[in-house]
C-alpha cells in the first residue's frame, strides 16, 4: 500500500471508517464535506506548476455517515496478527511456524470457528490443554475479538505514516 497515494477518513467522532485515495479525500474536502487534519509532504501533480497542493493524508468528515465496514476474513496469517505473534497463554513471542490455532472451547465441545473462540497458542500450550476447557485448564480465558479491518494495519506499522498512529493503534 502507498500511503502516500492514500488518506486516512475518520468520522465526526474522530473514529476510522476507511482509507482513500488522496485524490478522493481532496474531493470531499472540496465539496465542503471534510477538513484535512494533516497533509503529506507530497504535493498533486498540477497543470499550474507554480500551484501547490499538498495531498491529505488524515481527514475528518463534518457529520456522521453510516458506513458499512468491511469484515476482516478468519484466517490463521489474520489470527497471528490479531494476537501479534504471541502466544495468549504464556506470552511467548514468536514466528507463525511456531504458532497454533486453539479452540477456546474445543470443538470437541462445540466450539465452533470464530474470531472469538480462536486464540494463538505455542504448539507447547496448546498440546497441554488439549481438549480441556479453559476453565478445566485453570488459564485465564483469552481475550479473543473480531478485530476492525483497519487494525490489521498494524503488522504494517513501520510503513503507517505516523500521523495516522493516533487514531488506529490507541
Known sequence: MNHKKSCLVLNSSYMPAQIVDSKRAFVIVFKGNAKVLAEHDECFDLVNKELKIHKPSIIVINSWVSASYKSVPLTKPNLFKRDDYTCVYCNSKMTAKDLTIDHIVPRSRGGEDTWENWATACKPCNNEKADLDIE???????????????????????????????????
Not at 140 to 167: Q, T
Request: proline residues 11%; aromatic residues 20%.
Open 136 to 170: 478445566e485448564w485453570g488459564r485465564p480465558k483469552p481475550n479473543a475479538y473480531r478485530p476492525h479491518y483497519l487494525m490489521m494495519l498494524k503488522s504494517f506499522s513501520g510503513s503507517v505514516p505516523n500521523e495516522w498512529k493516533d487514531y488506529l493503534f490507541t
